[in-house]
């Protein structure tokens, strides 16, 4: 099993829609989770991290957090073209740090 | 100047060459990591540094060599690759690698490598 996986995708939405994006992880004792955005060719950035259960919001991002079913999610509001990109999720065991496969993104103008 | 750098940022070798790649971050970090990024695979948390201590290593094949002189540099010497070792290496750092788990880690731009 791995230790997080996501749906490789490619999802696609149209512009200004919700884009939702899971992730599940293996460790119950996972503390701390991230979602970051790579564009082809580049480098992973920090979109948002979370470490309590419920909903972080940060501008059109939300995360959400259920660690009774051991589960992350990223909530992209209003989708622009600009949010096309692979997304990954993160886990962090306090000792291990372990990422998804990632999933791709299109937003469709 | 920018977080994380790394040089160089494209790098082809043959597999009896030795050549280094480079890691600088000006975020004032104690941890820093080596990732190595292949097609359709997970982020592969290769080295952990934590305050200029080597605290991981992944079962790295030893032709993977970092280096750590002091908490803002990170090396990564190779040898002797093979072309299945041909991916984009990242390199990243955090505040420190807290057992908490609340390590936020910022990615340099990477050093595409390819291995012939």
């Known amino acids: 099993q791995k230790e997080v996986e996501q749906n490789s995708g490619p999802l696609s939405v149209p512009e200004g829609a919700i884009a939702s994006l899971n992730c599940t992880y293996s460790d119950r004792g996972s503390q701390s989770f991230f979602w970051y955005r790579q564009y082809s060719g580049k480098s992973p950035e920090l979109i948002m991290f979370?470490?309590?259960?419920g909903d972080k919001e940060d501008g059109r991002f939300t995360a959400q957090l259920n660690k009774a079913s051991q589960y992350v999610s990223l909530l992209i509001r209003d989708s622009q073209p600009s949010d096309s990109a692979t997304y990954l999720c993160?886990?962090?065991?306090?000792?291990?740090?372990?990422f998804g496969t990632g999933t791709s993104l299109t937003v469709i103008p | 100047e920018t977080g994380v750098t790394q040089t160089p940022r494209h790098l082809v070798m043959g597999m009896t060459n030795k050549k280094s790649l480079k890691c600088e971050q000006h975020?004032?970090?104690?941890?820093m990591y080596w990732y190595k990024q292949s097609a359709k695979k997970p982020l592969e948390l290769m080295f952990v540094y934590n305050f200029k201590e080597q605290t991981e290593n992944n079962s790295v094949p030893s032709r993977f060599s970092p280096e750590c002189p002091n908490s803002s540099h990170l090396f990564l010497h190779l040898h002797t690759l093979q072309p299945e070792d041909s991916a984009l290496y990242l390199c990243?750092?955090?505040?420190?690698?807290?057992?908490?788990?609340?390590?936020?880690?910022?990615f340099g731009p990477g050093t595409r490598l390819l291995v012939l």
């Open positions: 990243a750092s955090s505040q420190e690698r807290a057992s908490s788990g609340q390590e936020t880690q910022y």
């Open positions: 975020l004032g970090h104690n941890a």
């Open positions: 979370i470490y309590s259960n």
């Open positions: 993160a886990v962090s065991t306090g000792n291990q740090f372990y």
